[in-house]
T-cell receptor, first 116, second 114 residues
Framework: GAGVSQSPSNKVTEKGKDVELRCDPISGHTALYWYRQSLGQGLEFLIYFQGNSAPDKSGLPSDRFSAERTGGSVSTLTIQRTQQEDSAVYLC??????????????FGPGTRLTVL | AQSVSQHNHHVILSEAASLELGCNYSYGGTVNLFWYVQYPGQHLQLLLKYFSGDPLVKGIKGFEAEFIKSKFSFNLRKPSVQWSDTAEYFCAVNARTGGFKTIFGAGTRLFVKA
């Protein structure tokens, strides 16, 4: 079946502009995660959604970052007033969680964001 | 706060050499542990995982990892690497009392010389 998809694959924007990054998880997956991957920094957790529970936003670096998940499926990560330090690859992952237990995350190809 | 340390950022090996990549985490409670791999041009994918039971877990492509609770470690091993193992390897930890949040290490880039 289809994997996790993300769009756009590349985004170049000017400092101060807003951007929206989209993630389509695997159908039926209850959990959706956003990470940021910078050179030498590994994967930085941003936020996760699980079912109808309130999202865990503890990793969002500032109030310029927000995310929503509509209808328990597609998610959008929004970065307002982008800064050059926001340049990174933004990865989305989804997982089927059962029994309240973390399990394998399936990753998308990422969106490479460049802020000029 | 949880953290995950991967000691080697870059490793270069010749084919047939043995591999061990270190991973330590800083959480004293019960954890779920993962190794993910990203081959050049591909998505991140699961290599192996540990939830409970036998602390020596086996994954795909001949990889294994050992959970040593007393050392807060989950090192990845492979007895004999191949050129196709060239990739970036990430250790990840979920604290069971921390919901579904998963913390990843900085990654180790492995280059295997043919």
């Amino acid at each position: 079946g289809a994997g996790v998809s993300q769009s756009p694959s590349n985004k170049v924007t000017e400092k101060g502009k807003d951007v929206e990054l989209r993630c389509d998880p695997i159908s039926g997956h209850t959990a959706l995660y956003w990470y940021r991957q910078s050179l030498g920094q590994g994967l930085e957790f941003l936020i996760y959604f699980q079912g109808n529970s309130a999202p865990d936003k503890s990793g969002l670096p500032s109030d310029r970052f927000s995310a929503e998940r509509t209808g328990g499926s597609v998610s959008t990560l929004t970065i307002q007033r982008t800064q050059q330090e926001d340049s990174a690859v933004y990865l989305c992952a989804s997982s089927f969680l059962a029994g309240g237990k973390v399990d394998t995350q399936y990753f998308g190809p990422g969106t490479r964001l460049t802020v000029l | 706060a949880q953290s995950v340390s991967q000691h080697n950022h870059h490793v270069i090996l010749s084919e047939a050499a043995s591999l061990e990549l270190g991973c330590n985490y800083s959480y004293g409670g019960t954890v779920n542990l993962f190794w993910y791999v990203q081959y050049p041009g591909q998505h991140l994918q699961l290599l192996l995982k540990y939830f409970s039971g036998d602390p020596l877990v086996k994954g795909i492509k001949g990889f294994e990892a050992e959970f040593i609770k007393s050392k807060f470690s989950f090192n990845l091993r492979k007895p004999s690497v191949q050129w196709s193992d060239t990739a970036e390897y990430f250790c990840a930890v979920n604290a069971r009392t921390g919901g579904f949040k998963t913390i990843f290490g900085a990654g180790t880039r492995l280059f295997v010389k043919a």
